[in-house]
């Protein structure tokens, strides 16, 4: 945590210059609409930030700012989509803490994840929620724990896929409590939700996006935020410290990318176009609600999001290594 805090303020001071380039629209960008690849299913939580942003990016560009969701394999497709796209500004991408930090240590990729990709923005961090079906007989964390631990192999989980925050956070439970369950994988969290909602799975590590709501319909339990803090729009809800699991912590990002070799004057309006919508008071009052906590302005800018990138991967990746998490 230390380093990653000491990229951050490295990076702080760092913004977005636009340079001369010898892409000869470049001035005149954008003059056709530009498509946002989210790599997870419609309804999720990164399909559902993703939205938010392109929406509003679309009044600062000028053009439309079409959703692509291209999933499958933890993100690994959709981010593979953006590799190969042009690099005029034309394809951007929503990457994550998964896609960008943990997949790179556990999959094959066609793609390197630091050196294919331009950073453009962090838009959000946020800790996930440990949720339940309904119908679980456990109403908090310990009560969980317990029955995890009368029940070993039955419980069951779901994922995105291995080295997804879902899986990553489900093996750091199981360690921290010497608890067995099985995990389901999915093609997003949103399909997972749908089968947690009808009863056919019994937990999930989710995005605040996504559970708040459910939550607050009375249609999941909730046990715990992976974090020192609570959710200020959702105090009601435990942290793990506060319930009983105090170390199981878990802070993931969402980000907008561009694919290596953008010119750095189209990097900087992209950069510009996302600042800007961030700071739209309606888009800061949505993303409180979902539970997303967006950065200060020092942090918002291309070189702060690679920064917090190369601090995570020297933090996880020895985790999720000695934790064994391959790909499938």
Known sequence: MLRRRQFLRLAAGAAAVPTTSSFAGAQDYPTKPITLI?????????????RIMAERMRATLGQPVIVENVSGANGTIGVGRLARAAADGYTIGVGTWATHVVNPAIYALPYDTVKDFEPL???????????GRVTLPANNLKELIAWLKAHPDKATMGTVGPGSPPHVGGVALQA??????RFVPYRGT?????????????????????????ARNG?????AVLAKDRYPSAPEIPTTDDAGLPGFHMTVWNALWAVKGTPKDIIAKLNAAAVEALAEPAV????????????????????ALGALQRADIETWWPIVKAANIKGE
């Open 284 to 303: 800061q009052k949505r993303f409180a609600e979902l539970g997303q906590n967006p950065l200060p302005r020092e942090q918002q800018t291309p070189e």
């Open 121 to 131: 923005a962090l838009l959000a961090t946020s800790a996930p929620i440990l949720v």
């Open 190 to 214: 949103a399909p997972a939700m749908q089968d947690m909602l009808a009863g056919q799975i019994d937990l999930l590590i989710d995005s605040p996006i996504q559970a708040l709501p459910q």
């Open 219 to 223: 249609k999941i339990k909730t046990y």
């Open 38 to 50: 989210v790599p997870f299913a419609p309804g999720g939580p990164n399909d559902t930030l993703g």
């Open 176 to 181: 921290m409590t010497e608890t067995r369950f």
